[in-house]
């Protein structure tokens, strides 16, 4: 039989006594390290700044994976929620005194139909009633400008939080302002270098002479990038809170004249001069795909949440693009060319012509469902323009087509639809020209046609309009010339961006 060896006692432990475990330092239940951490504590009395176990904290923040940042962003937003319902549980029922558990429920509840009806507002499955609580404006509330360009704006794009604003002009010049004080900061142009390092190619032919002329503008949902594009043929990336240059994406052969980001993501679409549009990625710095189908240059471009495009051309067409389908339909403009379009829905939208009228489409009909004539007549005959008892404009105004002997232009230069927008899912549209005002447009979904509003004074050619989102308020880019030509001048118009509010009953 082997003998069993006995345990040695450690050093300094005397013989013939017990040692107690609970002091072997294998049986410990803190490691030295911690042990030492805690002394520490214990003899400086420092706080846990002095430490440095702020600083661990945060980078543990910033490690936090995607999932879990998700999961932070959904919660803050479910409290956000709450508390809404919360407030409006309390306004309701004041005088009411029911069991906390009763209460409990009913917010759960309402907080559930909440997030119900935004789900439906944002795929576009329910229209939000605005146009019939617009309130008439008065004097005191006209347009007010906020910010001045040296030269005609070209576009206005607005943050998902309606707070801050970006415009475009073509003196080349970028500018990020906030909506409520007004206060503008410049984008700066990097160096040659930097623009090559970032991607860029040499501009060829006349793009050398006015490489920095900006024509389009597009903000992406999470406020992180602005796009912007013009003569130079690229697509140029910026960060929006650094105000930095990041990116500029070469491929067009023609000046880009518009662009739009998909909601929710950071897909990118570019339409040019080329007759093609163009998908990138955003985030992954990369080119996508090309669509082909228009015969002339594309001039505006629109999308929501659907991989669906919507753009305009000079070839007198509208096209749908099916994006994932790789699929387009076609829709003909029944006389001039269409100038300008946006989505209503994903199955409606609005266009507005050079022959001064504005289309109302669905994507069941190639043709308009209706149209309105002559809805931005010239000023010379703006006191010909009345309205029917059934609020429609009539047909065969005067003021398109007139020419004015005085002047090298016709007079159907001014009254050109060139910017349409809608209130994101709402009933609420509004589109511009150059005879001097903003036209506030009503959409009736159940007898399908366009009812006007009221007019919004305003002189200058409106090259781009937008709307707040929650219908407070509309942006207009205004210039004493056409955002793509200079077909007609009006030297008594101010470049700048105008803001118009709007009293909602």
């Known amino acids: 039989m082997t003998k069993k060896k006995s345990l040695a006692p450690p050093k300094g432990a005397k013989k013939g006594k017990n040692f107690p475990l609970s002091k072997d330092p294998f049986f410990s239940s803190e490691s030295r390290k911690r042990r030492k951490i805690v002394d520490d504590e214990i003899e400086s009395g420092e706080s846990d700044e002095d430490n440095g176990l702020v600083g661990v904290e945060d980078e543990e923040f910033e490690e936090e994976t995607v999932d879990e940042k998700r999961k932070r962003v959904a919660i803050e937003y479910l409290e956000k929620i709450r508390e809404i319902a919360k407030k409006e549980k309390e306004r309701e029922d004041e005088e009411k005194d029911e069991d906390e558990t009763g209460d409990e429920g009913e917010k759960d509840s309402l907080v559930a139909q909440i997030l119900q009806q935004e789900q439906l507002e944002d795929s576009g499955r329910l229209r939000r009633e605005i146009a019939s609580k617009v309130q008439k404006p008065v004097a005191k509330d006209g347009f007010q400008f906020l910010i001045k360009h040296r030269q005609s704006v070209t576009a206005v794009a607005l943050s998902e939080d309606d707070l801050k604003g970006f415009s475009s002009s073509k003196d080349g010049t970028i500018l990020h302002w906030d909506v409520d004080s007004g206060k503008g900061e410049k984008y700066h142009w990097p160096s040659d270098e930097i623009l090559r390092s970032h991607g860029a190619k040499d501009p060829q032919g006349r793009a050398t ?183 429609t404009i009539p047909n065969g105004c005067m003021g398109n087509g007139d020419v004015n002997h005085n002047t090298s232009h016709s007079l159907s230069a001014y009254s050109w639809v060139s910017s349409v927008s809608v209130c994101r899912n709402s009933d609420l549209a509004a589109s511009g020209a150059g005879n001097g005002s903003v036209r506030l447009w009503a959409l009736t979904s159940d007898k399908k046609d366009v009812r006007p509003l009221y007019d919004l004074p305003l002189v200058g050619f409106l090259n781009s309009l937008t709307f707040a989102k929650s219908g407070r308020f509309v942006v207009a880019g205004v210039g004493q010339e056409p955002r793509l030509g200079r077909w007609g001048r009006i030297p008594a118009a101010q470049n700048g961006v105008a803001v118009h509010p709007l009293k909602l009953s």
């Not at 920095?212 to 130079?232: E, H, I």
């Not at 043929?233 to 880009?256: C, K, L, M, N």
């Not at 015969?295 to 669906?308: A, H, Y």
């Open 209 to 391: 002479k006015h490489s920095k002329v900006t024509l389009s503008l597009a903000v992406s949902s999470d406020g992180r990038y602005l796009a912007s594009g013009g003569l130079d043929r690229h697509v140029h990336i910026w960060d929006t809170r650094s105000r930095e240059h990041i990116q500029a994406f070469p491929g067009h052969r023609g000046p880009v004249s518009c662009l739009t980001f998909r909601q929710g993501t950071s897909e990118l679409f570019s339409g040019s001069y080329d007759r093609t549009v163009k998908i990138w990625n955003v985030d992954d710095r990369a080119y996508i795909n090309t669509l082909f189908g228009h015969q002339s240059d594309v001039l505006t471009i629109d999308c929501l949440r659907k991989e669906r495009l919507l753009t305009v051309g000079r070839d007198r067409s509208m096209q749908l693009w099916k994006v994932p389908e790789e699929s387009r339909l076609v829709f003909r403009a029944p006389a001039s060319s269409l100038e300008c379009c946006c989505f209503i829905s994903n199955d409606e939208f609005l266009s507005g012509s050079d022959d001064g009228s504005i289309e109302l489409w669905t994507v069941l009909k190639k043709k308009p469902i209706f149209i309105v004539r002559n809805a931005h007549s010239s000023s010379s005959s703006s006191t010909n323009l009345e309205l029917k008892e059934n609020g």
